[in-house]
């Protein structure tokens, strides 16, 4: 089971944007998470008069390894590691490691 899942909140904990916040977009990979609004690089763009881009500078959102993040506990308002627990009716469940709370609820 993934610990973190396209639509989670989460905080970068370590790296040059330590300590923002954001929205996870996708999973790149297995290891890879695009951020919203986290490792934004700048992208010298030509222009494509076949697709009707512009050329310039543009800002981009690049993946982020998913070390580096951790999902955002809203109980707490701090960066929290998770677990996956399985509960009476056999499902599995994600979990805050500081309080024991449902991740899904």
Known sequence: MERIRKGDSIVVIAGRDKG???????????????????????????????????????????????????????????ADRVAVKVIEDGRKVRVFKSNGEMVDV
């Open 20 to 78: 923002k916040r954001g929205t996870v977009l996708r999973r790149v990979d297995k290891d890879l998470l695009l951020v919203e609004g986290i490792n934004r690089v700048k992208k010298h763009q030509r222009p494509n008069p076949m697709k009707g881009q512009p050329g310039g500078i543009v800002d981009k959102d690049m993946p982020i390894h998913i070390s580096n993040v951790a999902l955002f506990n809203p109980q707490t308002h701090k």
